[in-house]
């Protein structure tokens, strides 16, 4: 739920999913999911660049880390990682493989703490500025944009061709 929370309403180049799992049998498969935190005994491991479509591909191993807070903020870099650097369009498990996990790694969870805490408080910008699309029923930004469509009394008849 929380990891949810911190990434939801933010657009992505692509559909991005998620998973979490407390157990080593992998109940809610989060090692085929973009991002994944598979509970260990002491430890989570993150896990980024899974799909179960019509190609399956088990996630890479981004970083094991002990706490909760340390597995979401992994979580986190990679998520914005994606999100700057990402071709649109380009599902995360085609972006993980044509950097490699070892240069994701280096730029993210490895780097410098100005790169990271960069990372980091751009996400947190657009966090805060992100709202719920589906709230926008509630105060339209403009009078007529859920405006219920009319039937047109009449057919409208062709435009003839003038020669």
């Known amino acids: 739920i929380e990891l949810e929370r911190r990434l939801e309403n933010l657009y992505t180049p692509h559909k991005f999913k998620m998973g979490v799992v407390g157990c080593p049998r992998n109940c809610a498969e989060a090692t085929v999911k973009d991002v994944g935190l598979v509970g260990q005994e002491g430890s989570w491991q ?5 799909a179960a479509g019509k190609g399956v591909r088990k996630a890479d191993l981004l970083v094991t880390v002990e706490t909760t807070p340390e597995a979401l903020e992994a979580a986190e870099l990679f998520f ?6 990402a071709n649109y369009l380009e599902r995360s498990y085609d972006f993980v493989e044509r950097l490699g996990i070892e240069k ?3 730029e993210t969870i490895y780097a410098s703490e100005a790169v990271r805490e960069g990372l980091l408080g751009r996400l947190r910008k657009s966090k805060e500025r992100s709202y719920d699309a589906w709230l926008e029923r509630d105060r339209p930004s403009d ?3 859920f405006v219920q469509i009319q039937p047109l009394d009449q057919p409208v008849a062709p435009q003839e061709a003038t020669v």
Do not use: S
Not at 80 to 85: F, T
């Open 143 to 145: 009078p007529t944009q």
């Open 80 to 85: 914005q990682y994606y999100r700057e650097n």
């Open 104 to 106: 994701i790694r280096k």
């Open 46 to 50: 993150v896990v980024v660049g899974g």
